[in-house]
């Protein structure tokens, strides 16, 4: 136990703090085990410090004293304290602890920081203290620890309340309807309660950082106006403000505002709170309308008052107006109902009309004559009047108004209305009941308009999802055009080396036919990848279906063809690719009618609204329709939903690719039509394209070139493809041409740099890896403005293929190309 025979030198006063008492024992501790003078110095200043001191003995695993500042706290006299365990005292949830720091001591770690302990006192009241600890050495070995404790349970308290107070400020925050908030000094929001967010309809995340001015304030005037009090007073009180909301509705709303500052009086930003007081507001506003509408009917009362005989008696005349008034608002009040759209009704308990406007007499599609006194069973089937006089029934025995029931109602001409009703009591001057009244609003359009506007919203849905299978699309044409390129290439070389007479010329040929197909297929994939439009002519519609049905019409002769072809106006078209989608829309027709059946085209011009358009992302205006109607099988609405997806088909495996329809949509989206389509099981299909008009006259086709082309000059191919370069070099090498290549643009860059002029033509790939085509096109030009470029591409002449041309590109030539589509082109951009 520590004594106090003896006082310390030390100034034992309240603000000796636990690092004071350490340092002191740490000047004392090297000379402890030789002086029992200092000893006993260093036990009396421990029993008189008002700060609790614990000496624990490591050997023993037991308390040996207590200075008398813990005996106080803890209640424990000194023969209680002495010999005490740690778990005697030490909460539960504290013994761990305790062991780690001493196994931290003992480890020969200093110990440094403070821990807070939770121990019980003799009467068993839970307290809350700091620690803070010094390990005592004897010859050089752990002997004693010396803790320092510091009750701060009044302190834990103050905190958790503080936590507890946070927690109601939080919740009040989260639940009143008041908004609060805080911006910095931009007028940006940097806290801010749900309230606001709730009220201007955003997340509270997208109010965070929103400028208050800028994002919310409805009027501009506004902000000036609040700027203009704060600067000059600091604050503002119950300003009222107009706010715009996310969906672009408004509010008003009361704000109580000032400056905030730091420590150092610097103006940092506004807090403030804000009520929404639209409601406020829309009352004022009706009892001004009110107090305007009494004022004027008080001097309407004057002036009658003013007419009657002034010798008549005061009550008299009162009466006289009051009688006059009151015809007035019965009146007003029936002109009103005879003048709005919603029906009014009133009947007895049993259901009879007792009174009601013309509204509700047009809508139950009845007379007046008609429906005075009538019941209301009949003039609904069995199930509506069942429902509605379930609905009379809960009104009757609850007294509470019943409001938007909807119903059906079946006119005498046979069609079905759906119809609102609301339902309320009508009680006499004693409050008992007598009948029902209420508002009948028929909201057939609005529902057909809701339903309209689900259908636009499915088909945006469904351009969407064909916008995405399309660039994939798209990517795998490129590739396969690639790798057709390459095979062509080296079949029309070995068909150059080869005589007509050679035994494999037949066999080469047909695979060049399968590379031919092949490609076909990589331009139905391109026409769904809206990659169809080549070379854009203005043409007549009538003259491709023509030719398209001719050529249809030989292969199928058990069909009846019938045109009904319109003065129709001129379109701006890649022939082939339209031609390509009338054959797709004939062939399925004709599979659609294995039997035989007849299929009728007709064309006609039409002008489309924005409400058709609208889902395609298309402007109104003029367009010419083609029609393509077959006799056929027909289609469930499941199927004519998915007609348009790659790969979809109905046939059997290995009997169709699922492309055709597909690359019809792709190829009308790319020309800036629609393409649509309306079926019936059983009752065939018809198919609709529109193209938009054109405004220049149709152009006459010139005629194709022929066979092959040699010609002399030098000429660059650029292509990242090896195979496209090794096939390509050894084409134009046989064409006659000094063939260079290339398999970067930069690697182009450079050779056209150092050829200074003497290349003739540069056949120039789009997609690259370091540079686009785009890029290497402008260096060179750069380089030198009358080289002339031809470009190749597994896409087609779309998109960036056609702003390179738009620049002064002289041609375009899309992979696969033959030896013979090749030199025609060359020849054709080194001629011009």
Same mark, same amino acid.
């Given at each position: 136990?520590?004594?106090?025979?003896?006082?310390?030198?030390?100034?034992?006063?309240?603000?000796?703090?636990?690092?004071?008492?350490?340092?002191?024992?740490?000047?004392?501790?090297?000379?402890?085990?030789?002086?029992?003078?200092?000893?006993?110095?260093?036990?009396?200043?421990?029993?008189?410090?008002?700060?609790?001191?614990?000496?624990?003995?490591?050997?023993?695993?037991?308390?040996?004293?207590?200075?008398?500042?813990?005996?106080?706290?803890?209640?424990?006299?000194?023969?209680?304290?002495?010999?005490?365990?740690?778990?005697?005292?030490?909460?539960?949830?504290?013994?761990?602890?305790?062991?780690?720091?001493?196994?931290?001591?003992?480890?020969?770690?200093?110990?440094?920081?403070?821990?807070?302990?939770?121990?019980?006192?003799?009467?068993?009241?839970?307290?809350?203290?700091?620690?803070?600890?010094?390990?005592?050495?004897?010859?050089?070995?752990?002997?004693?620890?010396?803790?320092?404790?510091?009750?701060?349970?009044?302190?834990?308290?103050?905190?958790?309340?503080?936590?507890?107070?946070?927690?109601?400020?939080?919740?009040?925050?989260?639940?009143?309807?008041?908004?609060?908030?805080?911006?910095?000094?931009?007028?940006?929001?940097?806290?801010?309660?749900?309230?606001?967010?709730?009220?201007?309809?955003?997340?509270?995340?997208?109010?965070?950082?929103?400028?208050?001015?800028?994002?919310?304030?409805?009027?501009?005037?506004?902000?000036?106006?609040?700027?203009?009090?704060?600067?000059?007073?600091?604050?503002?009180?119950?300003?009222?403000?107009?706010?715009?909301?996310?969906?672009?509705?408004?509010?008003?709303?009361?704000?109580?505002?000032?400056?905030?500052?730091?420590?150092?009086?610097?103006?940092?930003?506004?807090?403030?709170?804000?009520?929404?007081? !639209?409601?406020?507001?829309?009352?004022?506003?009706?009892?001004?309308?009110?107090?305007?509408?009494?004022?004027?009917?008080?001097?309407?009362?004057?002036?009658?008052?003013?007419?009657?005989?002034?010798?008549?008696?005061?009550?008299?005349?009162?009466?006289?107006?009051?009688? #006059?008034?009151?015809?007035?608002?019965?009146?007003?009040?029936?002109?009103?109902?005879?003048?709005?759209?919603?029906?009014?009704?009133?009947?007895?308990?049993?259901?009879?009309?007792?009174?009601?406007?013309?509204?509700?007499?047009?809508?139950?599609?009845?007379?007046?004559?008609?429906?005075?006194?009538?019941?209301?069973?009949?003039?609904?089937? *069995?199930?509506?009047?069942?429902?509605?006089? #379930?609905?009379?029934?809960?009104?009757?025995?609850?007294?509470?108004?019943?409001?938007?029931?909807?119903?059906?109602?079946?006119?005498?001409?046979?069609?079905?209305?759906?119809?609102?009703?609301?339902?309320?009591?009508?009680?006499?001057?004693?409050?008992?009941?007598?009948?029902?009244?209420?508002?009948?609003?028929?909201?057939?359009? /609005?529902?057909?308009?809701?339903?309209?506007?689900?259908?636009?919203?499915?088909?945006?849905?469904?351009?969407?999802?064909?916008?995405?299978?399309?660039?994939?699309?798209?990517?795998?044409?490129?590739?396969?055009?690639? &790798?057709?390129?390459?095979?062509?290439?080296?079949?029309?070389?070995?068909?150059?080396?080869?005589? *007509?007479?050679?035994?494999?010329?037949?066999? &080469?040929?047909?695979?060049?036919?399968?590379?031919?197909?092949?490609?076909?297929?990589?331009?139905?994939?391109?026409?769904?990848?809206?990659?169809?439009?080549?070379?854009?002519?203005?043409?007549?519609?009538?003259?491709?279906?023509?030719?398209?049905?001719?050529?249809?019409?030989?292969? /199928?002769?058990?069909?009846?063809?019938?045109?009904?072809?319109?003065?129709?106006?001129?379109?701006?078209?890649?022939?082939?690719?339209?031609?390509?989608?009338?054959?797709?829309?004939?062939?399925?027709?004709?599979?659609?009618?294995?039997?035989?059946?007849?299929?009728?085209?007709?064309?006609?011009?039409?002008?489309?609204?924005?409400?058709?358009?609208?889902?395609?992302?298309?402007?109104?205006?003029?367009?010419?329709?083609?029609?393509?109607?077959?006799?056929?099988?027909?289609?469930?609405?499941?199927?004519?939903?998915?007609?348009?997806?790659?790969?979809?088909?109905?046939?059997?495996?290995?009997?169709?690719?699922?492309?055709?329809?597909?690359?019809?949509?792709?190829?009308?989206?790319?020309?800036?039509?629609?393409?649509?389509?309306?079926?019936?099981?059983?009752?065939?299909?018809?198919?609709?394209?529109?193209?938009?008009?054109?405004?220049?006259?149709?152009?006459?086709?010139?005629?194709?070139?022929?066979?092959?082309?040699?010609?002399?000059?030098?000429?660059?191919?650029?292509?990242?493809?090896?195979?496209?370069?090794?096939?390509?070099?050894?084409?134009?090498?046989?064409?006659?041409?000094?063939?260079?290549?290339?398999?970067?643009?930069?690697?182009?860059?450079?050779?056209?740099?150092?050829?200074?002029?003497?290349?003739?033509?540069?056949?120039?790939?789009?997609?690259?890896?370091?540079?686009?085509?785009?890029?290497?096109?402008?260096?060179?030009?750069?380089?030198?403005?009358?080289?002339?470029?031809?470009?190749?591409?597994?896409?087609?002449?779309?998109?960036?293929?056609?702003?390179?041309?738009?620049?002064?590109?002289?041609?375009?030539?899309?992979?696969?190309?033959?030896?013979?589509?090749? !030199?025609?082109?060359?020849?054709?951009?080194?001629?011009?």
């Amino acid at each position: 136990m520590f004594s106090s025979q003896s006082q310390p030198e030390m100034n034992n006063d309240s603000r000796i703090t636990p690092k004071d008492i350490l340092d002191k024992f740490s000047l004392l501790e090297k000379r402890i085990l030789r002086s029992q003078e200092d000893l006993e110095q260093l036990s009396a200043f421990i029993e008189e410090l008002p700060i609790g001191i614990l000496d624990f003995d490591l050997e023993t695993n037991r308390v040996v004293g207590v200075n008398r500042a813990l005996r106080d706290l803890s209640g424990y006299e000194v023969h209680e304290a002495a010999s005490m365990e740690p778990k005697d005292f030490l909460a539960p949830e504290s013994m761990d602890l305790m062991k780690n720091r001493v196994a931290r001591s003992l480890s020969g770690e200093h110990i440094s920081e403070h821990s807070e302990y939770a121990f019980f006192t003799k009467s068993g009241k839970k307290l809350w203290c700091q620690l803070a600890q010094r390990l005592i050495l004897k010859n050089g070995k752990p002997w004693r620890i010396l803790a320092v404790v510091q009750d701060i349970t009044y302190r834990k308290r103050l905190e958790k309340a503080r936590q507890e107070g946070e927690e109601k400020f939080r919740n009040i925050l989260e639940n009143t309807q008041d908004c609060f908030y805080q911006t910095d000094i931009h007028g940006n929001v940097i806290w801010t309660s749900p309230a606001t967010a709730k009220l201007l309809d955003y997340a509270l995340d997208e109010v965070m950082g929103k400028n208050v001015a800028r994002t919310f304030y409805a009027r501009p005037e506004d902000r000036e106006r609040l700027l203009e009090t704060m600067r000059s007073s600091g604050k503002v009180s119950d300003y009222e403000v107009l706010l715009q909301r996310k969906d672009g509705t408004t509010v008003w709303v009361s704000t109580n505002s000032q400056y905030y500052t730091d420590e150092n009086g610097v103006i940092q930003g506004v807090e403030g709170v804000f009520r929404d007081i !639209s409601a406020q507001r829309r009352a004022e506003k009706q009892l001004r309308e009110a107090h305007a509408q009494l004022e004027q009917r008080v001097a309407e009362r004057t002036r009658d008052l003013e007419e009657i005989n002034r010798d008549l008696k005061e009550e008299i005349a009162r009466r006289r107006t009051s009688e #006059k008034a009151l015809n007035h608002s019965e009146n007003k009040y029936r002109t009103i109902l005879e003048n709005i759209e919603d029906g009014y009704y009133e009947v007895d308990l049993k259901g009879n009309f007792t009174f009601f406007n013309a509204a509700m007499a047009k809508i139950l599609d009845c007379t007046p004559d008609e429906l005075q006194d009538l019941n209301y069973r009949k003039l609904a089937d *069995k199930e509506t009047v069942g429902k509605v006089f #379930k609905v009379f029934s809960k009104v009757f025995k609850t007294g509470k108004p019943f409001k938007s029931a909807d119903y059906q109602l079946v006119k005498k001409d046979g069609t079905r209305s759906l119809l609102n009703i609301s339902v309320s009591l009508i009680r006499d001057m004693d409050g008992g009941n007598m009948g029902f009244r209420g508002v009948v609003r028929d909201i057939t359009e /609005r529902n057909a308009a809701e339903e309209e506007k689900r259908d636009l919203e499915l088909k945006l849905l469904q351009a969407q999802k064909m916008e995405a299978m399309g660039t994939l699309a798209g990517g795998v044409a490129h590739d396969f055009n690639n &790798l057709l390129m390459g095979l062509q290439g080296n079949v029309s070389l070995i068909l150059l080396e080869l005589g *007509k007479d050679h035994p494999t010329y037949e066999r &080469l040929k047909k695979l060049e036919g399968f590379i031919k197909d092949a490609t076909g297929l990589t331009r139905q994939l391109l026409g769904f990848a809206r990659g169809g439009k080549y070379e854009v002519t203005t043409t007549d519609i009538n003259q491709l279906i023509n030719k398209t049905l001719e050529i249809f019409g030989r292969t /199928r002769k058990g069909i009846r063809i019938s045109r009904a072809l319109g003065d129709v106006w001129p379109v701006d078209v890649d022939q082939g690719q339209i031609e390509q989608v009338l054959l797709n829309l004939y062939v399925n027709a004709g599979q659609a009618m294995p039997k035989g059946g007849n299929l009728k085209v007709s064309t006609r011009n039409v002008h489309l609204d924005e409400i058709f358009v609208a889902p395609h992302g298309l402007k109104k205006g003029r367009f010419v329709k083609t029609s393509v109607t077959d006799t056929g099988i027909g289609m469930d609405l499941a199927t004519q939903q998915k007609v348009f997806d790659p790969f979809f088909t109905t046939k059997d495996i290995g009997r169709g690719t699922g492309l055709g329809l597909s690359s019809a949509y792709g190829i009308m989206k790319n020309h800036g039509g629609v393409i649509n389509v309306f079926s019936k099981p059983g009752k065939g299909s018809t198919f609709n394209i529109y193209l938009p008009a054109s405004e220049s006259s149709v152009q006459e086709a010139s005629p194709e070139a022929e066979g092959v082309e040699y010609g002399v000059g030098t000429v660059l191919l650029v292509d990242d493809e090896e195979v496209v370069l090794r096939a390509g070099q050894e084409i134009l090498k046989i064409l006659g041409y000094t063939a260079l290549i290339a398999n970067r643009g930069r690697k182009a860059i450079e050779i056209v740099k150092a050829m200074q002029g003497k290349i003739d033509l540069v056949i120039l790939d789009l997609i690259m890896p370091d540079l686009h085509g785009g890029e290497v096109f402008d260096v060179i030009r750069e380089i030198n403005p009358k080289i002339k470029v031809l470009l190749s591409s597994g896409y087609s002449l779309d998109g960036q293929a056609a702003e390179i041309m738009a620049r002064g590109c002289e041609a375009f030539i899309q992979k696969p190309f033959t030896v013979e589509a090749l !030199s025609q082109k060359i020849k054709a951009v080194l001629g011009a």
